[in-house]
């Protein structure tokens, strides 16, 4: 079933081009939420002292002025992508007084929807309109949902493996075309497979009783400030998180079949009007509550656990740059924060995924049917709530198999990938995380969602008290980290310049902000 992977590698190796595989280029961007020392979600903005979230390229923020985000450039080398990582949150935590960044994916303590400020940009138009799209957001889907914080794991082959790579597959395409359409490849496979992903590293088993409100559930109680399912393993990634689980009921799913039908799929969500939203309306009382009623109001709001990305150019819609430039690297979104690390993140997870994505690229990959989409959301459900229970069967072409065997089979389909990566190595570190996640499969207990359900058993914790300790340990932790002064210098540099270019897009305004998203949208 994984020969092709087998085949493939063979074909790199014999061509002395193996190393092609070490060479990739991977970015992080980590979400957190700025909470008070009680854990209540903070009502402050977002600290002038980081800068412009508008135009700051390594310290942002996401839906909420609560919700901050890190970005690192991508890089070839692993532990410098980490490193960047932690002196950005050093820089932060010196700025954050004593708040708190918390330490798990799923939020604590909520009282409401107006309890979340929406994240504010200032007054230019691309600042409105990035604030405006995000109140559409809490419209059409609630705020509680939006602070969710996840990982997102940027991937990218480099330069140039795609030539090396189009040779061996005797293919007379475009470059562009054949890179594209190899992502779109390694696209679908991430969602046929993508359910390993919240299995060996879903961390959001539990939520607060306030994360829900007065909403009906079926999930249990750990106690009384506490649910959670007793095999989940992400939370995040099920009914209650991040997902488009209303597509069906507007009538919408993106199409992955190649670059075309997805950019063609997403313009025709972009451009059709959905009676639901509507209602909510575009411009009540002189101010806008959505950028549009469209299905979709911008690319973004198609929540999926993957992405086709491009970098766009000045104020390039997101689609006409991956229509002119093709797919420049892929977004992996199903990652949950690590509570155990103060990054989030740890260097074995992101050696596995590197892995991983190599074997989707490499594993066959035809087009995916009605059926199988169909199966892909269904497995990942089921993991999300169940993925831990002894005997869970997941749907693979219309027939049941375990996770764990079909898990094994995936891992073993990406032993050589690991092996090939060592080599000149000093530690085989790929394999050996391979073999810790072959454990894990093994023995659901080792997976970090059994081991908070474990802790907080054992210290007789709700979430609540066990995510606000471990934050509390971050903060102590990085408290005694320092920046050198060239560390310190560049990061208050960056501050300054991303304010200095808010104010310098704020007077280069002329439009009003009506004619600002005509012209946005009128981008083909």
């Known amino acids: 079933m994984y020969s092709l992977v087998d085949q493939r590698l063979n074909s790199l190796i014999n061509a002395h081009q193996q190393d092609l595989l070490k060479d990739a280029k991977i970015g992080l961007e980590r979400e957190a939420l700025r909470v008070a020392a009680d854990g209540n979600l903070v009502q402050t903005p977002h600290p002038p002292e980081l800068g412009s979230p508008l135009t700051h390229p390594w310290i942002t923020t996401d839906f909420s002025e609560a919700l901050i985000e890190f970005i690192t450039p991508p890089m070839s080398d692993m532990g410098k992508v980490l490193e960047f990582l932690r002196e950005s949150h050093i820089f932060a935590y010196d700025k954050l007084s004593q708040e708190l960044l918390w330490a798990t994916s799923m939020p604590c303590i909520l009282a409401g929807e107006q309890s979340i400020p929406i994240a504010n940009y200032g007054r230019s138009n691309a600042g409105m309109m990035k604030r405006v799209y995000r109140r559409g957001l809490g419209y059409r889907y609630g705020r509680v949902m939006q602070v969710i914080a996840g990982i997102h794991f940027n991937y990218s082959m480099?330069?140039?493996?795609?030539?090396?790579?189009?040779?061996?597959?005797?293919?007379?395409?475009?470059?562009?075309?054949?890179?594209?359409?190899?992502?779109?490849?390694?696209?679908?496979?991430?969602?046929?497979?993508?359910?390993?992903?919240?299995?060996?590293?879903?961390?959001?088993?539990?939520?607060?009783?306030?994360?829900?409100?007065?909403?009906?559930?079926?999930?249990?109680?750990?106690?009384?400030?506490?649910?959670?399912?007793?095999?989940?393993?992400?939370?995040?990634?099920?009914?209650?998180?991040?997902?488009?689980?209303?597509?069906?009921?507007?009538?919408?799913?993106?199409?992955?079949?190649?670059?075309?039908?997805y950019i063609s799929s997403l313009t025709r969500a972009i451009e059709t009007p959905c009676p639901k939203y509507e209602k909510i309306g575009v411009i009540v009382?002189?101010?806008?509550?959505?950028?549009?009623?469209?299905?979709?109001?911008?690319?973004?709001?198609?929540?999926?656990?993957?992405?086709?990305?491009?970098?766009?150019?000045?104020?390039?819609?997101?689609?006409?740059?991956?229509?002119?430039?093709?797919?420049?690297?892929?977004?992996?979104?199903?990652?949950?924060?690590?509570?155990?690390?103060?990054?989030?993140?740890?260097?074995?997870?992101?050696?596995?995924?590197?892995?991983?994505?190599?074997?989707?690229?490499?594993?066959?990959?035809?087009?995916?049917?009605?059926?199988?989409?169909?199966?892909?959301?269904?497995?990942?459900?089921?993991?999300?709530?169940?993925?831990?229970?002894?005997?869970?069967?997941?749907?693979?072409?219309?027939?049941?198999?375990?996770?764990?065997?079909?898990?094994d089979e995936i891992c073993d389909a990406m032993q050589g990938i690991c092996e090939l990566l060592d080599r000149g190595e000093n530690k085989s570190l790929y394999s050996t995380v391979l073999e810790s996640q072959r454990e894990a499969i093994k023995d659901a207990d080792r997976t970090p969602s059994a081991i908070m359900i474990a802790e907080m058993r054992r210290n007789q914790e709700s979430f609540h008290e066990f995510a606000k300790r471990l934050s509390r340990q971050n903060?102590?932790?990085?408290?005694?980290?320092?920046?050198?002064?060239?560390?310190?210098?560049?990061?208050?540099?960056?501050?300054?310049?991303?304010?200095?270019?808010?104010?310098?897009?704020?007077?280069?305004?002329?439009?009003?902000?009506a004619a600002y998203l005509q012209r946005y949208f009128a981008q083909s």
């Not at 199988?372 to 229970?389: F, K, P, V, W, Y």
């Not at 005694?480 to 501050?495: A, G, I, M």
Request: include cysteine; charged fraction near 20%; aromatic fraction near 12%.
């Open 158 to 261: 480099n330069e140039s493996f795609w030539p090396v790579f189009q040779s061996l597959d005797k293919n007379s395409d475009l470059l562009k075309d054949f890179t594209s359409s190899a992502y779109f490849g390694m696209i679908r496979n991430l969602q046929r497979y993508g359910w390993i992903v919240p299995y060996l590293f879903g961390a959001s088993p539990t939520v607060c009783v306030s994360y829900l409100g007065d909403q009906p559930t079926d999930m249990e109680h750990f106690d009384d400030t506490t649910y959670y399912y007793p095999y989940a393993t992400s939370l995040r990634m099920g009914g209650i998180g991040y997902q488009n689980n209303k597509e069906h009921e507007i009538g919408f799913k993106a199409c992955y079949h190649s670059l075309d039908d």
């Open 285 to 407: 009382n002189g101010q806008y509550r959505q950028l549009n009623a469209n299905l979709l109001q911008i690319e973004n709001e198609y929540y999926s656990t993957v992405r086709p990305k491009q970098v766009p150019s000045n104020n390039e819609k997101p689609i006409l740059a991956l229509n002119k430039r093709g797919v420049q690297y892929v977004e992996l979104r199903s990652l949950d924060i690590n509570a155990h690390s103060p990054l989030g993140v740890t260097e074995p997870q992101l050696r596995f995924l590197e892995a991983f994505m190599v074997f989707c690229l490499l594993q066959r990959s035809p087009p995916i049917s009605h059926q199988e989409s169909r199966e892909i959301d269904l497995n990942l459900g089921l993991t999300a709530h169940r993925g831990r229970g002894p005997s869970l069967r997941l749907q693979r072409h219309g027939q049941a198999i375990t996770l764990r065997k079909w898990a």
């Open 475 to 513: 903060l102590q932790y990085f408290k005694t980290q320092h920046l050198s002064r060239q560390q310190e210098l560049f990061y208050s540099q960056e501050s300054q310049k991303s304010i200095h270019k808010q104010t310098e897009i704020e007077q280069a305004d002329e439009l009003s902000f």
